[in-house]
Structures are given as structure tokens and as C-alpha cells.
């Protein structure tokens, strides 16, 4: 059972670059997200989607776009990558959107140049 | 707004008992996780609460107050793999999932 896969798990990109993060989950889980992680500022939700066809916005949208045309998968896009997206970033999943722990990916570590 | 507080950094001894707390103050409120991050690599669950009280699993505790946005994760004979992240993160009204900074423990023999 795979869980939740991530890929790249790094990826440099230049300044104005554009490039999709990649998820799937195999564990027929309801919610995913994408969060990203700097030094000394947590996690921090970017986007979200509670089903196929339906995503929402977190805390932290801007220069991302998602989708969610299956259950299995919940790719990222970075439209124009700038250096102020240089993180490491997670996906995850849980059954549904409450009380559900969440599975994470293994992470991306992304540099813009 | 979200703000959700817990120290930056602890350091405790192999074998002793180490209580790491967070703080919150959020709009509403529907549970609140524990969550550990060794370096390198994802989050993994560690702990749910919802309602005032404690939790244990094994030699990991955690408490809730909700009346005072308090909870602190207890963890008891530990070992050196326990040095890691511990991350709080609290549901709100809005079913988002905030989580804090993260404490970073370090376990010394």
C-alpha cells in the first residue's frame, strides 16, 4: 500500500519558471491538501479539495493553481515560480475534511533561482 | 485570526519525562493534533483531541483545556529516537487545519 506519493522529491527552477508538483493517494481518501514548510513558520495550507471537481483556497493561494479531476490525484501548479516559493512542500490526505488525521507525502524540496 | 504558540526549542535527557505545550487562540474550534516531524522527512500522527482531558498511547500523552486554549504533549522515558518536531495544530470553525511552529526537542544521553 502506497499511501500518499510525491513527486519530485526536489526541483530546482528559475526565476518566472513554471512546473507541477505531482500527488496521488491509493487510499481512497475524500480530502487532500498541500502545505508548505519554512524555517520557523509551521506548515501553512496552501489549497485544498474535499472531493473530485471541488477545491478551495488555504492560507497561503497565491501563484498556486490545483485540480481535482479524480479522487487519486491532487497535482500543483506554480504558474511563475518566484524566489519566495523556495520550500519544501507536502501533500496529504485524510478520509474525510474533520476529525481525520492526515497521511503526508514524503515532501518536495523546491528552490527557485 | 489563527495563533497558535509553542516554544521554539527544548532539550531533555534519555530517560526522563519532557511536557511540550501550545497555545492557541482560534475562530471555533474542532480538535486539536499532535503531530511529529523528524528532519528530513513528512509528519506523522501522533495524537487527537477534542474534548478536555487526557490522552495516552503508550509513553506519548497529550492533554486539552479548551475553556483555556492550552495543551501539552507528554512524552515519558525517552529515547533517543524521540528527538524530532512536534507540531500543534488546531481544526477551527472553518474545518482548516492551523498547525504552530513546531518545537523541536533534542534528547541528549
Known amino acids: 500500500n502506497a499511501g500518499v506519493t510525491q513527486t519530485p522529491k526536489f526541483q530546482v527552477l528559475k526565476t518566472g519558471q513554471s512546473m507541477t508538483l505531482q500527488c496521488a493517494q491509493d487510499?481512497?481518501?475524500?480530502?487532500m491538501s498541500w502545505y508548505r514548510q519554512d524555517p520557523g513558520m509551521g506548515l501553512r495550507l496552501i489549497h485544498y479539495?474535499?472531493?473530485?471537481?471541488?477545491?478551495d483556497q488555504g492560507e497561503v493561494p497565491n501563484g498556486y493553481n490545483v485540480s481535482r479531476s479524480t479522487t487519486e490525484d491532487f497535482p500543483l501548479r506554480l504558474l511563475s515560480a518566484a524566489p519566495s516559493q523556495t520550500s519544501v512542500y507536502f501533500c496529504a490526505s485524510s478520509q474525510s475534511r474533520g476529525s481525520e488525521k492526515l497521511f503526508f507525502g514524503s515532501g518536495t524540496q523546491l528552490s527557485v533561482l | 485570526g489563527q495563533n497558535i504558540d509553542q516554544p521554539t526549542e527544548m532539550t531533555a535527557t534519555e530517560g526522563a519525562i519532557v511536557q511540550i505545550n501550545c497555545t492557541y487562540q482560534t475562530s471555533g474550534f474542532n480538535g486539536l493534533f499532535w503531530y511529529q516531524q523528524h528532519a528530513g522527512e513528512a509528519p506523522t500522527f501522533l495524537s487527537y483531541?477534542?474534548?478536555?482531558g487526557l490522552e495516552e498511547k503508550g509513553r506519548f500523552s497529550s492533554f486539552l483545556s479548551r475553556s483555556k486554549g492550552y495543551s501539552y504533549l507528554l512524552l515519558k522515558e525517552l529515547q533517543m529516537k524521540d528527538s524530532a518536531s512536534y507540531l500543534c495544530a488546531v481544526f477551527n470553525a472553518g474545518n482548516m487545519l492551523t498547525f504552530g511552529g513546531g518545537t523541536r526537542l533534542m534528547v541528549k544521553p
Open positions: 479539495s474535499v472531493g473530485a471537481g471541488i477545491t
Open positions: 483531541n477534542v474534548l478536555d
Open positions: 487510499m481512497n481518501h475524500e480530502y
